[in-house]
């Protein structure tokens, strides 16, 4: 009897339903190769779904994804239903229900994907953004008062607490313990004063327990200067939610397409299923065309294989990955400056695993 | 009798105090050769104060300042000081005090300043972030509970009125009009629930007004990515306090040097004297070696003749900075890859003036 794992799949919107199957496919034969099996259990949750029926998920949607080993998203969003309204009604909640307060976006160099830094170290990017996912600048707290008046204004909170900031600061010390041993630390305490110097207090009292880790601590506004004019500086990042969402696309920006940019929400302890989904949304723009790169949802395939405990099969679809890109005379999509079609992309893939 | 203007000095910290001075410098000479001067009052207020009275600035700071024509500052901050402590005692204060609402802060691709970018617009990049000034993301309020204890957090509130919403996204549709017609605006709307969603619903009122402008919307995650991958789509960016912070790191680090940078808070209605200030920081790790870039603080000193009304003066000093970084045997410093020292590009700049 096979090894058999049961995955959530939710495609959402716009080009979430192009990517996903595509890339279910890919891991369905790599699973197939290493002798186990992914049992999809498939979910229309979207903003199609809340046009309909006013929500973007039934009420017990939570409790349905709740057994699943791992759920597979692709993006949410579509024009006509406010942002605010699809996230907070979907993603948010998933990732705040299981506690998935772990972000991590990988962001490396590949060969054959052209960059856009003209710095000689440009191809030597390999960094990881540890993202605090669960508290942080997202938050329902806060509100609007005389509104439709002169006098109106809105309100937003930020919660930080200190088991929020001290497990992601962490889970990114234990990374580092695995990669180079460098962690820096994205802040902004000269500006916003009582989140972010208190950030740094968490960040230095952690630092403290792992001694053999280098640290550093950038300012927000600067560090994105940084990202850009030294990224070989970086091994892990840790960021708030906030300032982790604006490094994780900054990043990919830096060494390509954010279309095959991956992303894994996870929680670490196990306790619930973690959540893998691209970086990049919906793109109503160029949906229903084909076109969309494949690549970033078939990439956060390869992180849940790695979280299912299946690294070589993970290893096998991001080698898979590696090698298309870096080959000349294989398809490209459009965001890589090619012609290919998503299918092509796929097939390609599927080819490369199969041999 | 020749025109006089009073203007306030705070050199501040680091390299603020070597730079300062030799914009001081630089402008006296444009200044007289335009037929007018500049009266200095200089103030030493900064983080060494701080350490010997146990403030930034005197109790009747603002007062003293009041009745300047303009301010000129170099950079506050340095170590052994809390940042949050050194800007809430001094930079911000100024700031809201003197309702200087908005911080504008152009970007541009100069001749002879290698760009970070591989891109065949890299070259091309003209944008100006218009930045709120006065609200938002920096706000005061919020505090700590149960400090020092497991379960410690920290609460940060963000104020966005529809004032102060208004007015800066008017402020940006005006120079849209001097400029190319277009404006950006800087949103969070999908994470950030009652802040951006307002910050959105302002902004669309204030595009009605203005239907000759064409405008857009970015979430600040893929906004950054934007700037790296196509910084040609963005003519005039409007941002929150915290977005446009970033944006203006961002985006002098991709034409160049955050050393040449200038940047200027501006009460619109001159009902308050507006500040000049670079975009740079104190940066401790080159004070005091003779090396820091002067050109962002002289930079800033054109913004401020312009405001006050001299702009050929203005033009004058831009035209040679312009001409300084186009020439290849021209000093520069180091962080222009040069070797040269401050006092070595302020005398260039200079000699350049007065031919
Ligand atoms: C020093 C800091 C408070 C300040 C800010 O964030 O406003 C600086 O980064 C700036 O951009 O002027
Ligand atoms: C869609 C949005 C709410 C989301 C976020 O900001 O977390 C996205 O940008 C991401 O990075 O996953």
Same mark, same amino acid.
């Given at each position: 009897?096979?090894?058999?794992?049961?995955?959530?799949?939710?495609?959402?919107?716009?080009?979430?339903?192009?990517?996903?199957?595509?890339?279910?496919?890919?891991?369905?034969?790599?699973?197939?190769?290493?002798?186990?099996?992914?049992?999809?259990?498939?979910?229309?949750?979207?903003?199609?779904?809340?046009?309909?029926?006013?929500?973007?998920?039934?009420?017990?949607?939570?409790?349905?994804?709740?057994?699943?080993?791992?759920?597979?998203?692709?993006?949410?969003?579509?024009?006509?239903?406010?942002?605010?309204?699809?996230?907070?009604?979907?993603?948010?909640?998933?990732?705040?229900?299981?506690?998935?307060?772990?972000?991590?976006?990988?962001?490396?160099?590949?060969?054959?994907?052209?960059?856009?830094?003209?710095?000689?170290?440009?191809?030597?990017?390999?960094?990881?953004?540890?993202?605090?996912?669960?508290?942080?600048?997202?938050?329902?707290?806060?509100?609007?008062?005389?509104?439709?008046?002169?006098?109106?204004?809105?309100?937003?909170?930020?919660? *930080?607490?200190?088991?929020?900031?001290?497990?992601?600061?962490?889970?990114?010390?234990?990374?580092?313990?695995?990669?180079?041993?460098?962690?820096?630390?994205?802040?902004?305490?000269?500006?916003?004063?009582?989140?972010?110097?208190? /950030?740094?207090?968490?960040?230095?009292?952690?630092?403290?327990?792992?001694?053999?880790?280098?640290?550093?601590?950038?300012?927000?506004?600067?560090?994105?200067?940084?990202?850009?004019?030294?990224?070989?500086?970086?091994?892990?990042?840790?960021?708030?939610?906030?300032?982790?969402?604006?490094?994780?696309?900054?990043?990919?920006?830096?060494?390509?397409?954010?279309?095959?940019?991956?992303?894994?929400?996870?929680?670490?302890?196990?306790?619930?299923?973690?959540? *893998?989904?691209?970086?990049?949304?919906?793109?109503?723009?160029?949906?229903?065309?084909?076109?969309?790169?494949?690549?970033?949802?078939? /990439?956060?395939?390869?992180?849940?294989?790695?979280?299912?405990?299946?690294?070589?099969?993970?290893?096998?679809?991001?080698?898979?990955?590696?090698?298309?890109?870096?080959?000349?005379?294989?398809?490209?999509?459009?965001?890589?400056?090619?012609?290919?079609?998503?299918?092509?992309?796929?097939?390609?893939?599927?080819?490369?695993?199969?041999?």
């Amino acid at each position: 009897m096979s090894k058999s794992y049961s995955i959530a799949v939710i495609p959402g919107d716009g080009i979430g339903r192009e990517v996903v199957p595509a890339a279910q496919a890919v891991l369905d034969l790599c699973a197939s190769r290493f002798g186990f099996s992914l049992e999809w259990e498939e979910f229309d949750w979207s903003c199609e779904r809340y046009v309909k029926t006013g929500s973007m998920m039934p009420e017990d949607g939570l409790d349905r994804l709740r057994p699943a080993d791992g759920i597979f998203l692709g993006a949410v969003g579509f024009p006509g239903v406010p942002d605010h309204v699809s996230l907070w009604g979907l993603l948010i909640p998933i990732r705040r229900a299981f506690d998935q307060y772990i972000n991590l976006r990988p962001v490396k160099s590949l060969k054959g994907v052209p960059g856009a830094l003209s710095s000689p170290f440009a191809d030597k990017i390999d960094l990881c953004v540890v993202r605090e996912n669960s508290e942080g600048e997202y938050s329902e707290i806060g509100g609007r008062i005389n509104r439709g008046r002169e006098d109106e204004a809105a309100i937003q909170q930020s919660v *930080f607490t200190r088991q929020g900031c001290d497990r992601v600061m962490r889970y990114a010390f234990d990374l580092a313990e695995r990669r180079s041993r460098r962690v820096a630390s994205a802040t902004k305490s000269n500006g916003i004063i009582h989140s972010m110097p208190f /950030w740094d207090e968490r960040f230095d009292a952690i630092a403290n327990e792992y001694p053999e880790v280098e640290t550093s601590r950038y300012h927000i506004d600067i560090l994105t200067a940084h990202f850009v004019r030294h990224p070989e500086w970086f091994d892990v990042v840790v960021a708030s939610n906030l300032f982790g969402d604006i490094l994780s696309d900054l990043g990919p920006a830096l060494v390509g397409s954010i279309g095959i940019a991956p992303g894994a929400n996870i929680n670490p302890e196990r306790r619930h299923p973690s959540m *893998f989904e691209p970086v990049h949304g919906s793109a109503p723009d160029i949906a229903g065309q084909g076109v969309a790169n494949p690549i970033g949802q078939v /990439w956060s395939g390869a992180m849940m294989l790695e979280h299912l405990g299946e690294p070589e099969a993970a290893r096998c679809v991001e080698a898979a990955i590696e090698e298309l890109l870096a080959d000349p005379s294989a398809p490209r999509t459009r965001d890589l400056g090619g012609t290919a079609m998503l299918r092509d992309v796929t097939f390609a893939l599927k080819s490369i695993i199969s041999h």
